[in-house]
Nanobody, 113 residues
């Protein structure tokens, strides 16, 4: 199992970014995918999840601003992040549970003026 995140960067408050998670080594369409984030000095937290039926769930802090999606043909999960705030600054990780949790290496998102 391999998960590779991309798309992070530096963005001004109010801006947008789209993160991608390229998956390999398992049947992508058969598993729920999740995005987590970890800010400096804080615990890793669940941001969004999408199941195999495209049902989604979000942390209250990102509802209405973030959208999780998946493209099973491309074995890729996405996190569209709009109206970004400084408190969204963190390393973002994608995750899949196959017996145990697998994690990508993470991608840094920094929201600052």
């Amino acid at each position: 199992v391999q998960l590779v995140e991309s798309g992070g960067g530096l963005v001004q408050p109010g801006g947008s970014l789209r993160l991608s998670c390229a998956a390999s080594g398992f049947t992508f369409s058969g598993y729920a995918m999740r995005w987590y984030r970890q800010a400096p000095g804080k615990q890793r937290e669940l941001v969004a999840a999408i199941d195999t039926s495209d049902t989604t769930n979000y942390a209250d802090s990102v509802k209405g601003r973030f959208t999780i999606s998946r493209d099973n043909a491309k074995n890729t999960a996405y996190l569209q992040m709009n109206s970004l705030k400084p408190e969204d600054t963190a390393v973002y990780y994608c995750n899949v549970l196959i017996g145990h949790f697998y994690w990508g290496q993470g991608t840094q998102v920094t929201v600052s003026s």
